[in-house]
C-alpha cells in the first residue's frame, strides 16, 4: 500500500505496528482490520509461542526465545528405571464395561463389578474367602507336586515352567482341596486356580480330586469343584487324560455312597474339564456370564462355516439350553450351596 494512503486510511497505527515486530504472514494478513489494535497482535503472538512451546518445537522469531516457557531438551528423557510407578493392583478397569474402581472397593463386592455386575476371574483363595465360614478352613494334599516324566520341551521345558510358575505363586498346583465349615455344613472344595499353567487338568489334579472323593468318603461330606481351566495340559499328555476317566470313576463312588457333588462351572470352563467332571455334578450350575464349552467358538465357526448364535457359550446359553441347573451369583454363592445341601440332606 502507498504510504500517503497508509496515513490517510484508519489502519494506519495498525500497519505501523506490524512492520516494527518484524511480523510473520499469519499476522500481517490482520493488517486492513481496524479494530486489532497493537495490543491483540503481541497477545496473538505469544499464544503462537506458547503453542510452539507445548509442542517441544523453537519458535522462529526474536520474540520467542524470551518467552516466559522454554523447553531446554526435546523429548522425554526420564529413564524407565527412574519412572514412577502407579503402585500395581491399586486401580482395576471392568474389562466388560470400563468402569474404574480399586482394588478395595471391587474386593468388598466379591470381585463382582459394582456397575454391570461382570464376574471377575479370581483365584482359589478368594472362592474360600467367600464360602467357608470365618475364611477358616483346610488345605489339604498340597505335599502332591507335578513332575516332567516325559521330559516334554514346547518354548520351554515342562520342568522350568513348573519351577517358574511354582516360584511366581504361592500355589503348588492347577487345584486346591480346602476342608471346612459352610454355614452349618462341613465340606471340601476343591477349586483351580487359572494363572497355574491355565488351571489345566494334570496327573496332580485327578490324583488330589480323586484324595479328596476318599476324604469325603470317610467323612460323609458333600464335595464341590469350582472349575476354571483351558482343559487338559498337554506337557502331560495321555497322563492328563487318563485323569478325566479316573476323576469320572471316584465320582460315582460319591453317588453310590450317596454323597452330593456339586460341579460349579466359572469362566472360563473348557476342554477336558467340561466333558467329565465338570458336567458330572449331580448340580450343574455356573457363574453368570461365563465361557463354558468344549472347543473354543473360533474353532467352532470355522469348523461349521457358519456364524454363531449370541450368547453362543455363555451360561445363559446352556441354561436355556439344558446343560446347568441354575446360574449363581457370587453375592449369592454360598446362601444357595448351603440351602441345597440342607434340601438334599433332608
Ligand atoms: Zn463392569
Known sequence: MPIDEVKKSDHFIVALKIENLENNAKVSQETGNPYLSPSKICLMKREEDFEANLSGEEGTTEETKSSWFKRIKKGILTSTAEKKETPEGLWTKCPSCNYICTVTELRENL??????GHHHRIGSDEYFEI???DNKYEVLFENIRSKDFLHFTDLKSYQKRLEETWHKTDITDSIRIGTGQVREHHMVVG????EFIGGSLGSV???RIARAVDYCLQHKTPLMIICKSGGARMMESAFSLM???KVS???SQL???RIPYISLLTDPSFGGISASFGMLGDLNIAEPGALIGFAGPRVIRETIKKDLPEGFQRSEFLLE???LDFIVSRKELKHKIATVLTLLKN
Open 111 to 116: 470381585f463382582v463389578c459394582p456397575k454391570d
Open 131 to 133: 464360602l467357608f465360614n
Open 191 to 194: 477349586c483351580m486356580d487359572f
Open 205 to 207: 489334579m485327578g490324583e
Open 243 to 245: 485323569q478325566l476317566a
Open 249 to 251: 470313576a471316584k465320582l
Open 255 to 257: 453317588t453310590d455312597a
Open 321 to 323: 439350553h439344558g446343560f
